[in-house]
């Protein structure tokens, strides 16, 4: 459903205020202020706390979903499938309040809307696997062509670098985000070269 000017404006702003202070810290009052109205005005476009928190977090999810679509569509063949995106993610999360935002209320959202927002979330992941899926079938290093086994393997996994790696970002620092995405990525990719790769030299 599309949005008025002044709702959108709003949800935009629960975004960038979620993203700093999570559920419990943040303040409708704030969101008010940084919109320019009054708070009980924000009650004329939400019913409620949750129902803008619920608000926030679908046009953040909206938005990383159309950077993931780009993200893929932008990497190269002979890059590490994902790889990218991972990287992305890194980079990112410093500077970008709705990728934060999103991871946060993925991990840490609130008791009532944790069903919700968990099959939102699922439902990114299952776009994620799906473009890797993708990419890894057409990896210009790959010699063999993977069983079903292993493509099913490789999704889940390429998913657990993903959880691993965002939940680094959300509990300790971008550097050690950083580190712990190198070791991954240099990993599985020794993982799918030993899988999906023969020499043609005798």
């Known amino acids: 459903m599309a949005r008025s000017k002044a ?12 993203a700093a202070a999570n559920y419990d810290g943040a303040s409708l009052s704030a969101i008010a202020e940084a919109v320019g109205i ?3 005005s924000l009650y004329a476009h939400f ?3 949750e129902a803008l928190f619920m608000a926030a977090f679908e046009e953040a999810l909206s938005k990383e979903r159309a950077f993931v679509d780009d993200c893929f569509a932008d990497e190269k063949s002979q890059a590490l499938p994902g790889s990218g995106y991972c990287q992305a993610l890194v980079r990112r999360f410093g500077d970008v309040a709705h990728l934060r935002f999103f991871l946060r209320a993925s991990y840490m959202s609130p008791a009532a809307l944790a069903e919700p927002i968990d099959a939102l979330h699922e439902a990114y992941l299952a776009q994620l696997k799906t ?11 790959a010699t063999v062509t993977p069983t079903s086994t292993q493509v099913a393997r490789f999704g889940e996994t390429y998913l657990g670098i993903v959880d ?8 300790t620092t971008a550097e050690l985000g950083e580190r712990r995405l190198a070791a991954l990525l240099s990993t599985f990719e020794d993982s799918l070269t030993h899988h999906l790769y023969t020499s043609t030299t005798s």
């Open 7 to 18: 709702t959108q404006r709003i949800v935009e702003a629960a975004v960038t205020h979620f």
């Open 38 to 40: 009054r708070k009980a």
């Open 47 to 49: 019913a409620s706390k």
């Open 131 to 141: 473009l890797f899926l993708d990419k890894l079938s057409r990896w210009e290093k």
């Open 164 to 171: 691993s790696l965002q939940v680094k970002l959300i509990y």
